[in-house]
């Protein structure tokens, strides 16, 4: 079906071409892999000098803005002119552009080059991870410590570095997904062949202007776009760029103003492939003027929402971030107001004492540990997502694929490998399934999908009308199929490909079965006679080969075989079997049908002489781009988990309802992209949810789509590989791109890329999602627990009780971020309870924590706060009830608390040593509250005894000895010699060591929290069983 030709060895020359695009801006690495690798059949054209390309004449360029170049000449768009206009306007001919001409266009339009987004400057991206409500918060607190006690900073130097960490690690997790992703891009700078001044000359790609005649081959991309002005066999791959999975045959003919651009058949664009035959044609749009740029345009423009956490996490740090104020104004309220009822003169003093109990609360609410651990536990997810080949290029977006509730994908090379595949075989009397995918040359034939057993098939292979097919299949083409690197490609047209690919299957590797029987004579296809033919020495016979479409071979043929004897073939027998491999046309399948004769000796093989009658008919097979084998599994896994999947593609209709039937994602209607241009908005938000096809789609129509259904309320995936997907990509919740197949603007453009282009891995992605949030509740129900019990027991001591406090701001920051760190990150490693596939997506607008966990978080406060209370009010006394209270009936009273005023006095440190110890008490029972308590939030209906295990998540088992191990080393540091355990106990945390019996006290008053909580969970099981009978 295309041109006969030698392959030619391929070869590549770098050029630089400088780093400045006409608008200033660095270029796309997408502009650099636009234009074909050249041939070394083309060695000998001259090529332009270095000196010409990048010396003075550049310099004068890397200023200058650059005007646009229309679309369109007099204002008719360049498809609708017939040739003699588009030069007209351009004003250029046959020979080309002038050297003169180079220099002023190169001055009004620049280079042919995509500008890329800018990227943010590495010390901007690391800032940005500071930016979080939670981090606001603690920033806040950390500030207004600073200022009260400008001569203690310890607080604040404790905060700022563990913010630091967090933004350290997070910037270098994000760094190496951005690596990867660049690692995936191609390199390569692309040359191309244009005609200036009556000669062909190879330049980079990126020197190309408007109105350059450039020469377009079999191979190669199109650098440009191009309006074509004469044509040979010539036919485009445009699936990148409209996802139409057939390769569209192209002409130089003015065609009307009013079509789609999949429609343009005179119009070759930038991106695209040329499949086969050659071209020529002159140059009307560069760099950010193609449609290319547009689209790259568009998605620089796209700004991607803010993911579901984001907007949780947000909504949690406004909602501390009031309680936190409100309770420091009621403190200080109630306290400044008690001073002015008291008659106290020095309320300034009042203020700042309050302050400082004020903060400490603050720090307390805040839960300082949550950043930290919430990009710990975020990057796991990163990290198991690599493992199954996905990159995920925003560690936020993991989680965000676990709210996903719609995935919108394209179907060329996404849903289907993108690779035209012989899925079915008809003889006359017989029809099979052909197995295997793509162009790996391994499948058997199937009927009712099951394989054909050995004997059926050696009954089969030696039957002639089979044989006589398999080997038209083998040699009847033009196309080249290759294995580089483990993975299987074809060169030539698509069709040549499949049929190649089912001859391998037959009969062998074709390569050498051409070889046994080489090719004396061809007829090429032509759009007229809609067929191609070959003559082979076949057998030690000559034999003549037709295939092409059923239409145009069926009525050449006269005879059919029976029983290895060619008979007569009817007219109503002909009939016959046009209805049956109609049956494959009704599946969308492209039907070629072949028919063969052998030549008499006499037979001349002319040119211009047709050999193609009196055939014998051997047999027809459809050829159809097929679903990727993992796709359907994916997509019913899918709807089990409540996540609708939509299909959006350039494509036909009819091709595309037919491989969302066989997908299982056809349970909506289908709309047509002339449909959906007919509707409005509204119309369109009515009908979204509703469609489950959308066919004949723009750019501009899936980003509609993908806006339509955020306005309704759904998380939206979007995947696709293809450049018409990337706006799309760059507008949904999460964009997923392809890693082999995609191309570099939808890679730029993604959130996860699928290195492996299995599209199972999404749901795996939806799966890992679900999990990480189920974690994060965890430990956000672990932490905030925590909080609260932290914020009631310094609330109800001081303002309640008018008690010494409990814990120092030191002390809760220790808890919050040392302590309950490495618990919290083992939550973050639970495995997951249940299957999280088998229930629909959470709702979009609920609280991070919602209603249960609230309720929950306040028992188990509510349980730490009475324990800790009771520790520290028996440990301490009447010393917790103020300042020199409790220290006997001998002891000085009066002098202690004017030594208070100043802040030391052997009086006043007597008293603070003792406060330490109760201090101490309530800091340890505290701690060891939490490492029961990490067992409870491993699940909040479960048992963690009698139904997961204590021991089960060794995650957790490790962080709990290392946080009694920190614990021991804080309270008993200065005993056990350890280095700095005076300055780390004596001055930063002020605890003083513990004797045996008091740990055996901490240990049982903590170990309520686990015992209480196991109780809640037995009578809420039961209380599930009384309403389920």
Same mark, same amino acid.
């Given at each position: ?36 690798? #050249? ?230 664009? @930038? ?317 969308? @399948? ?52 409540? #996540? ?48 489950? #096809? ?336």
């Amino acid at each position: 079906m295309s041109t006969p030709r030698t392959m030619p060895t391929m070869r590549t020359r770098t050029v630089s071409s400088g780093t400045v695009t006409s608008a200033g801006m660095k270029g796309s690495s997408v502009a650099a892999t636009t234009c074909r690798i #050249i041939r070394s059949s083309s060695k000998h054209r001259p090529k332009v000098s270095d000196h010409h390309l990048h010396g003075q004449t550049m310099l004068s360029f890397t200023n200058m803005a650059p005007s646009v170049h229309p679309q369109r000449g007099e204002g008719i768009p360049w498809h609708a002119l017939e040739n003699d206009r588009v030069s007209e306007q351009l004003e250029t001919g046959p020979e080309g552009l002038t050297d003169a001409q180079v220099f002023q266009l190169r001055d009004r339009h620049g280079f042919n080059r995509l500008t890329s987004k800018v990227r943010e400057p590495a010390w901007l991206r690391f800032l940005n991870q500071y930016n979080d409500p939670l981090n606001f918060l603690l920033i806040g607190a950390a500030l207004i410590a600073l200022a009260i006690h400008p001569d203690q900073p310890g607080d604040a130097i404790f905060i700022f570095i563990v913010l630091t960490a967090n933004a350290v690690f997070g910037y270098w997790q994000e760094g190496k997904a951005e690596e990867a992703v660049e690692r995936l891009k191609s390199s390569v700078v692309s040359q191309c062949v244009v005609v200036r001044d009556g000669r062909d000359i190879e330049i980079p790609a990126d020197m190309l202007l408007p109105g350059d005649l450039v020469r377009l081959e079999e191979g190669q991309k199109v650098p440009a776009d191009v309006r074509l002005t004469s044509t040979m066999q010539f036919t485009v791959d445009e699936s990148a760029l409209t996802g139409e999975s057939l390769p569209r045959k192209k002409g130089a003919d003015a065609l009307a103003e009013d079509l789609l651009l999949a429609e343009r058949d005179n119009m070759a664009y @930038m991106g695209t492939t040329v499949s086969t035959g050659r071209g020529k044609g002159l140059v009307v749009g560069i760099g950010m003027e193609t449609q290319l740029g547009r689209i790259a345009a568009d998605i620089q423009e796209a700004e991607p929402p803010k993911t579901p956490l984001e907007l949780k996490l947000e909504s949690l740090g406004r909602f501390l971030g009031f309680i936190a104020l409100l309770v420091a104004v009621v403190i200080v309220g109630v306290e400044l107001g008690k001073a002015i009822i008291d008659g106290q003169g020095d309320l300034f003093s009042v203020v700042v004492d309050q302050f400082i109990v004020a903060i400490a609360i603050f720090v307390a609410i805040v839960p300082e540990g949550l950043p930290i651990i919430l990009v710990i536990t975020l990057s796991l997810g990163m990290r198991n997502m690599a493992r199954h080949r996905a990159i995920i290029r925003q560690m936020k977006a993991v989680e965000t694929l676990g709210s996903t509730t719609v995935i919108c994908s394209d179907k060329t090379g996404t849903l289907t490998t993108n690779q035209m595949t012989v899925k079915a075989l008809a003889t006359y009397d017989q029809t099979f399934d052909v197995g295997g995918e793509g162009y790996k040359p391994i499948g058997t034939l199937e009927r009712d999908g099951q394989s054909l057993d050995e004997e059926a098939t050696s009954t089969l292979q030696r039957a002639i009308p089979f044989r006589l097919l398999a080997a038209g299949l083998s040699l009847s083409h033009n196309a080249v199929i290759q294995q580089e690197e483990g993975l299987w490609s074809a060169i030539g047209d698509p069709t040549d490909a499949a049929c190649a690919v089912a001859g391998w299957k037959l009969n062998g590797d074709v390569t050498k079965f051409a070889s046994l029987h080489p090719r004396l004579h061809e007829q090429v296809f032509d759009s007229v006679r809609k067929r191609m033919s070959t003559v082979h020495e076949y057998q030690g016979e000559r034999w003549l080969f037709v295939k092409g479409a059923t239409s145009s071979v069926l009525p050449l043929c006269t005879q059919r075989f029976e029983e290895g004897e060619a008979v007569a073939f009817s007219a109503q027998e002909a009939e016959g079997y046009d209805d049956r491999v109609g049956e494959l046309a009704d599946r969308a @399948m492209r039907v070629i049908t072949f028919g063969a004769r052998q030549l008499d000796d006499d037979e001349i093989l002319d040119p211009d002489v047709s050999l193609e009658e009196n055939l014998i008919l051997l047999g027809s097979v459809g050829i159809i781009d097929p679903p990727r084998a993992e796709v359907a599994d994916a997509i019913a896994r899918c709807h089990k988990a409540g #996540i609708d999947v939509k299909m959006i593609t350039g494509d036909q209709q009819a091709t595309a309802e037919a491989i969302a039937q066989e997908l299982g994602c056809d349970d909506g209607s289908s709309i047509s992209g002339r449909e959906l241009r007919d509707m409005d908005e509204d119309d369109l938000r009515r009908r979204v949810e509703g469609a489950s #096809i959308y066919s004949r789609v723009t750019p501009v129509d899936k980003m509609r789509i993908v806006t339509a259904l955020q306005e309704k309320g759904h998380v939206v995936a979007m995947t696709g590989d293809g450049v018409n997907d990337a706006p799309a990509l760059a507008q949904a919740n999460i964009g997923v791109a392809m890693g082999i197949a995609g191309t570099d603007v939808a890679k730029d453009a993604a959130d996860m890329i699928l290195q492996d282009d299995n599209f199972a891995n999404i749901v795996q992605a939806v799966e890992e999602g679900r999990k990480i949030y189920s974690n994060i509740r965890n430990f956000v129900r672990y932490q905030i627990s925590t909080n609260v019990a932290a914020v009631l027991l310094l609330f109800v001591s001081t303002l309640v009780l008018g008690w010494e406090l409990p814990l120092t701001a030191t002390q809760i920051l220790v808890i919050n971020i040392l302590m309950d760190g490495p618990p919290a990150v083992a939550l973050g490693m639970e495995k997951r309870h249940g299957e999280v596939m088998d229930r629909p997506p959470r709702p979009v607008g609920e609280p991070l924590p919602n209603v249960q966990d609230i309720s929950l978080i306040l028992f188990l406060g509510a349980v730490m706060v009475t324990g800790t209370m009771i520790v520290f009010g028996l440990a301490g006394g009447e010393i917790i009830t103020g300042p020199c209270q409790g220290m006997g009936a001998d002891f000085d009273v009066a002098s202690c608390l004017e030594q208070e005023e100043t802040g030391s006095g052997p009086l006043y440190d007597a008293w603070q040593q003792e406060l330490r110890h109760s201090r101490t008490m309530a800091f340890s029972v505290f701690i060891v509250y939490q490492l029961f308590n990490v067992l409870n939030c491993r699940s909040g209906e479960r048992s963690v005894v009698f139904d997961l295990g204590l021991f089960s998540n060794r995650a957790i088992n490790y962080a709990t000895m290392i946080s009694m191990g920190l614990l021991l080393m804080f309270v008993q540091g200065a005993n056990i010699g350890l280095p700095f355990g005076d300055v780390v106990v004596g001055d930063l945390l002020k605890t003083t060591t513990l004797e045996s019996q008091d740990w055996l006290v901490v240990i049982l008053v903590a170990s309520t929290v686990l015992v209480m909580d196991e109780f809640r969970k037995i009578i809420r099981l039961a209380l599930t069983k009384t309403d389920t009978v």
